[in-house]
């Protein structure tokens, strides 16, 4: 396997360009030393592991879902923590969005959409909260002559219900359960702000709406290609730091605000509100 490192992601894991088996492929390795590792398991910190963990349910399961980034290999039995996934030959989604702006294909946009509306339904029946769902983690592949794409980056996915997990379908599942999780600062610095629900800013809980909120900020990323969510907003207004985002989701009242992501482009209005 012959390895080009491309960047740093989270904290003590890094990603590379890869290849397996003369396939390109993506790498991602946690750093730690033996000892930070032990201690980090100890702990239940170690964010690679628990993506393979989700990734090996995934794997498992024998109605796959082609929008879901596969699972080609993983390690966790030595100090370093390993996993392997397929390559988009297109990008992320973010970067291939600004590609579109001087070409605009409602229908292609569309699709994208589709796409990730049926990973997201796929993860919501099996009881899997995404957590970071935004272009970023959006994976433009080619299937035939046709665009297909993959959702991915699971180093923030949780289980909804409190079973102890396993590869194959549990007993006594809590479905859409809503997962309230401490965060250290650390913790709390992976998560991407502009796509987080109310109630994943206010008390850190988590759940399949929260999810559905993500998707409504992601379905303004794909219909203005590529744009930074909350700015250039009805009002006027932009918010140009995460904090001021904090502090304006946090605050809304839904019964007297319903256009937080109604947004104006080319004349058009996009009103991701009604998907939760």
């Not at 605000?257 to 209005?269: D, K, L, R, V």
Request: aromatic share 10%.
């Amino acid at each position: 396997m012959s390895e080009t490192r491309t960047e740093q992601i989270y904290s003590h894991v890094s990603i590379y360009d890869a290849l397996m088996n003369g396939k390109k492929c993506l790498l991602k390795l946690h750093q730690h030393s033996k000892e930070e590792l032990v201690e980090a398991r100890a702990a239940r910190t170690v964010l690679l592991r628990e993506e393979i963990e989700i990734l090996e349910i995934l794997n498992a399961d024998t109605e796959r879902c082609l929008n879901v980034v596969q699972l080609l290999g993983s390690g966790t039995e030595k100090a370093l923590l390993h996993l392997i996934t397929e390559r988009p030959p297109n990008g992320d989604l973010y970067d291939y969005l600004h590609g579109l702006k001087n070409s605009i294909q409602a229908e292609i946009l569309l699709e994208i959409a589709l796409d990730v509306c049926n990973a997201m339904m796929y993860l919501g029946e099996r009881d899997i909260i995404h957590r970071d769902l935004r272009a970023k983690n959006c994976f433009v592949f080619a299937h035939g002559e046709k665009l297909l794409t993959k959702l991915g980056d699971f180093h923030l996915a949780i289980l909804s219900y409190s079973s102890k997990k396993s590869s194959t379908r549990l007993d006594q599942q809590m479905p859409n359960a809503t997962v309230k999780q401490h965060m250290n600062e650390d913790m709390r610095s992976q998560f991407a702000v502009r796509w987080m629900a109310a109630e994943a800013l206010r008390n850190s809980e988590f759940n399949t709406a929260s999810d559905v909120w993500s998707f409504g900020v992601l379905l303004f990323e794909i219909f203005t290609f590529g744009t930074k969510p909350y700015t250039n907003m009805p009002s006027g207004k932009s918010l140009d730091n995460d904090e001021k985002v904090r502090k304006f989701v946090s605050m809304i009242n839904f019964q007297k605000n319903q256009e937080i992501f109604c947004y104006n482009c080319n004349s058009h209005q996009y009103n991701c509100a009604d998907f939760f």
